[in-house]
């Protein structure tokens, strides 16, 4: 079993920067995994980024990339998500999700979730 808690949600103006962390609960966290989601107000959950288990492997959504860094410390069982140049679409809740895989792309290839971080962005 994980137990993910994530932190760092908040408002900001656009253009701005936020930097989320999630912390895993649990042993053997350089096992799992580790993906961030979003999910926008009336819209289905989507995939942000993905990182593989040693971090040396990631992955991002298009409309993320060179914007978003995904990045982990297993010594810290943290899994971050720096965010800069924030637009207003990025307005959603973050979560955070481990998965028995090395990493990745879908919700449900992830075991185990986050109860999520708020972010806001505004105009």
Request: with cysteine.
């Amino acid at each position: 079993q994980v137990q993910l808690v994530e932190s760092g949600g908040g408002l900001v103006q656009v253009g701005g920067s936020l930097r989320l962390s999630c912390v895993a609960s649990g042993r053997a966290f350089s096992r799992y995994g580790m993906g961030w989601f979003r999910q926008a107000p009336g819209k289905e959950r989507e995939f942000v980024a993905a990182i593989s288990r040693s971090g040396a492997v990631t992955s991002y959504q298009d409309s993320v990339k060179g914007r978003f860094t995904i990045s982990r410390v297993n010594a810290q069982n943290t899994v971050y998500l720096q965010m800069n140049s924030l637009k207003p679409e990025d307005t959603a809740v973050y979560y955070c999700a481990a998965t028995e895989y090395s990493y990745g792309l879908k919700g449900y290839e992830y075991d185990y979730w986050g109860q999520g971080t708020q972010v806001t962005v505004s105009a």
